[in-house]
């Protein structure tokens, strides 16, 4: 089993890109700027050895609210700790909130390894000088951004630890479900209540939220991945550098699930945001649930008049699964887990190519295809391509002019025939060769004589 390391101090000091460097990865959100990181973040260290890492929000400053909340998530990072990184700004010198950190951890029995980090272009001796008075003998000097001396602080810290080079981690095959929506939805509420524990920070206040949060949850023997994702506003309303790489981040997880609950606010029904959210899921061909938050404690009308709205914006998005749910007293959210594997199970589904045609052929005697110039549209037959979303390839003759109409009829057919519920489908046609094109027609003799005769009778 591989050791747990926590990264811990207070903020601005460098611990995302610590945590960064020692995965080879872009995973955690990086700014000059304190207190961006709130959650916990899992992640699988790589350099000097194999093991798990968490990234944490600064702890020791005045608290507030929101502080309380990460000094919370920080903490029980550390008691999930085998060893602990506590880092420290070398350029910005020892500081009352490291003191006060240092006295915190010494009273566990964890290890505890200081980590004098932004140590670049300075003598380890200097920089690390007044650190010795926090009491802690284990003492690095490194340079995260640079990536100077991490090799070392590692294989120092998994020394203790039983050899991990032979271990290989088992391909990851839960169900990835990533929950979408505009600020202040109840997106990370709706997660805690699907894991049955406050594991990210709910806040009543927008952009709570900054980073997209991966976290494993077993159920029923089955192995799901929950990703929280930052609330995605209206282009024109986001100023801030770090709410666009929030948005980013919040987009990037679309394309790194298999199935996406998009929130929608049922006191506000579907705005024009979360139609252009909708989009995005629609171009990633991903699953899709449509989850109305909040809908406990509205009136009857008011429910009629939210289904009423949302009836005639997701016109386009027929095949999407709606349910109704209040993320804050759990009512209906129970089902969601349920229908995501529908969904996926769908969306993964192959099917034979003859029952493909057969259904093809029958999709075309209940309604066939519309003559183009006088001429009949043919669809000679069709296989499967691929899935996540299924995807079929349909090869006939004039299949350029087939009507939008007639391909959205061909999908329902599908959908309703194979019980592919949930996802998208996707259909290519492929126009069928000529097999005369670029050959020239040689009349025979008689052939020719008879044009010669009929050419007597054309009008010049």
Known sequence: MLPTIAIVGRPNVGKSTLFNALTKTRDALVADQPGLTRDRKFGRGIVGGNCWLIDTGGLGEKSDAMLEHITQQAWLAIKEADSILFLVDGRGGLTAADENLANELRKLETPVHLVVNKAEGV??????????????????????????????????????FPPTEDYLPKD??????????RPNVGKSTLVNRLLGYQRVITFDEPGTTRDSIFIPLEKDGKDYTLIDTAGVRRRSKVFETIEKFSIIKALQAINACNVVIMLVDATEGMTVQDTNLLGY?????????????????????????VKTNLDRKLHFIDFAKIHFVSALHGTGVDKLLDTANIIWKSASRKIHTPRLNDALQEAIKAHAPPLVRGRRIKLRYINQAGNNPPLFIIHGNQVEALPDSYRRYLKNFFRETF??????????????????????????????KKKQRLMKHVKK
């Open 123 to 160: 003598p380890k001796e200097l920089i690390s000088a007044e650190f010795y008075s926090l009491g802690l003998d284990k003492i690095h000097v490194i340079s995260a951004a640079h990536q100077r001396g991490i090799t070392d602080l590692m294989l120092k810290i998994l020394e203790r």
């Open 172 to 181: 990851d095959k839960s169900l990835k479900i990533a929950v979408l929506g």
């Open 281 to 305: 899921v629609l171009d990633s061909g991903r699953g899709l649930i449509i989850a109305v938050n909040k809908w406990d404690g509205l009136k009857h009308d008011y429910r009629e008049k």
């Open 419 to 448: 019980q592919l519920e949930g996802t998208p489908i996707h259909l290519d046609f492929k126009q069928g060769e000529n097999p005369f094109a670029g050959r020239k027609n040689i009349l025979t003799p008689h052939q020719q």
